[in-house]
């Protein structure tokens, strides 16, 4: 009742302990998954699976989400392995899924040679052509771990893998939302630790 009283959740109360141990990454974080489960995620299509510590989809069309009470957040995946295929996806400011409006930004080697693109999502279905498109013909983009950090501010959208920004774009039509996952076509891919980190 004092806890209440003070405004301090269970949460707070467990992160303030842990600190004294040695804070764990789900302390550090808005969300984290270490994908020990799917408990977190609201599979709304394709074949997702728990495989040595890492979330795995595909073959085929792929989407499971997290809902997300937020709007300026930054999505970090510390691993992202496409095994075979024209790429994968990460949804951001997602909602009202799985017939979902929002964005996505897609690793995409199936794109015109290859790509870094930026999408619009209208009740799920994906606007053509992408908003942002950055080429890069003749890149490595299979079996290779590769680091996403993907920045949502605003209406600016900015994109790292493995620490260089790949794509920049803007856009207004949507103001907050949760996060994702995609896969499509032959696309196989494993993800590892991902976090999401609001941004004041």
């Not at 040595?52 to 957040?73: H, I, M, N, V, W």
């Not at 040679?113 to 209208?122: D, L, V």
């Not at 279905?125 to 299979?142: H, K, L, Q, S």
Request: with cysteine; proline share 4%.
């Amino acid at each position: 009742m004092a806890l209440v009283a003070l405004d301090i959740s269970a949460r707070d109360m467990y992160c303030a302990i842990a600190g004294g141990f040695g804070v764990d990454a789900s302390c550090r974080h808005s969300f984290y998954d270490d994908f020990s489960d799917l408990d977190a995620w609201d599979v709304a299509q394709g074949n997702w699976r728990i495989d040595k510590g890492q979330l795995c989809g595909g073959p085929g069309e792929g989407r499971t989400f997290k809902d997300l009470s937020a709007d300026d957040y930054v999505i970090s995946i510390n691993s992202a392995t496409l095994g075979q295929g024209n790429g994968y996806g990460v949804f951001f400011r997602a909602t009202n899924t799985p017939r979902f409006n929002g964005y996505s930004f897609q690793y995409d080697p199936g794109y015109r040679g290859g790509a870094f693109i930026i999408r619009k999502w209208i009740k799920g279905r994906e606007i053509w052509p992408p908003f942002a498109v950055a080429r890069a013909r003749g890149y490595d983009w299979w079996q290779t771990p590769r680091q996403i950090r993907l920045s949502v501010k605003g209406n600016t959208f900015a994109v790292d893998v493995d620490g260089q920004q790949v794509l920049r774009a803007t856009d207004d039509t949507y103001a907050q939302g949760g996060i994702g996952l995609r896969t499509w076509d032959r696309t196989t891919v494993c993800f590892d630790d991902l976090s999401v980190d609001t941004i004041p």
